[in-house]
């Protein structure tokens, strides 16, 4: 079934197998708020990861509304109950992407700078859009996934990274079978020990999803089937260090983190880059939203 419906315009390797004329169709959900775009007001944009959508910034987005242009953006048809007509296989990075440069690119020409905000998938399609595009993004935030490389990573880290991606692949392969794929990609997330084995057992509030009550579809899972083929192809970890002003932030109650050490004593090295580790989980925006701005709000100040 699933060699029947394959096509193959979804080259799983990722960000160079996707022909540009694809790429070019993806257009990325978008909430806008804040100042009015004008050559003198710069805009900041944020970019959800799993399994949210708008309302992952729901906490954080309002506290930059008058100062940016504030631009909310999710990943392709996470805002959706199934995936959209002719992306029955999910969306590759190079789509993903290119939605995300038309957003960066069009407030690129409007406004007087662009901040890129990025947490979980977002943050890693954020480091993708910035090794392609260096020139559209004037600083840059990453939250909780920053940049490693495999050979960078402890076996701990390794091994529970490895155990939830695989099984999050799998959760999507099953959201494929027909009439009862999402129910049965439903029931094996919540049969799947995550307080036991999962990278992230200690979360104590999770974003608000606004775009329905489930809090998850098993079509969500795409990025990674894409992610390990990008693994498996030798890829991970591979972008070029940010070239703009760029701050992590990272959260510390986890049982894996998503990234290396050499990342962090690169920021610790590099003139306007900051590392900093928050006490709180994965989704910090949600855990602690005022610290977080405070955070992003000083390091726009100090690297003006």
């Known amino acids: 079934i699933f060699r029947s419906s394959f096509t193959p315009h979804v080259a799983l390797p990722g960000v160079s197998s996707c022909p540009y004329s694809r790429a070019e169709m993806v257009q990325l959900s978008t909430q806008t708020s804040g100042r009015a775009v004008a050559p003198s007001t710069p805009a900041i944009v944020f970019m959800a990861g799993f399994p949210d ?14 100062t940016h242009r504030v631009v909310t953006v999710v990943m392709p048809d996470f805002d959706r109950s199934e995936l959209s007509p002719g992306h029955f296989w999910g969306y590759s990075f190079a789509e993903i992407v290119e939605g995300l440069r038309k957003i960066v690119d069009e407030l690129k020409r409007s406004c007087a700078e662009v901040v890129l905000v990025g947490h979980d998938w977002g943050s890693f399609m954020c480091q993708l859009l910035v090794a392609d595009y260096p020139e559209l993004v004037d600083r840059l935030v990453l939250l909780d996934v920053g940049r490693f490389r495999i050979s960078g990573l402890s076996t701990k880290n390794i091994c529970v990274i490895t155990m939830y991606q695989m099984f999050l692949a799998f959760v999507f392969l099953l959201s494929r079978l027909p009439i009862v794929g999402q129910v049965l990609a439903t029931l094996a997330m ?20 606004t775009s329905g009550n489930r809090k998850f579809f098993g079509h969500m899972c795409y990025p990674y089937c894409y992610f390990l083929v990008r693994v498996f192809g030798g890829k991970v ?51 602690l939203p005022n610290e977080v701005a405070e955070e992003i709000q000083r390091f726009l100040r100090d690297t003006a």
Do not use: N
């Not at 959508?53 to 008058?66: C, M, V, Y």
């Open 237 to 287: 970890g591979a972008c070029a260090f940010p070239s703009m002003p760029l701050l992590y932030l990272s959260g510390k109650r986890k049982r894996a983190s998503f990234h290396d050490e050499s990342f962090v004593r690169s920021l610790a090295q590099t003139k306007h880059c900051r590392y900093k580790e928050l006490d709180c989980g994965h989704f910090m925006q949600a855990q």
């Open 190 to 209: 919540i049969a799947y020990p995550w307080k036991m084995i999962g990278p992230c057992p200690y979360e104590t509030q999770l974003p608000k999803r």
């Open 53 to 66: 959508d708008h309302g992952s910034w729901a906490l954080l987005a309002p506290q930059f509304r008058a």
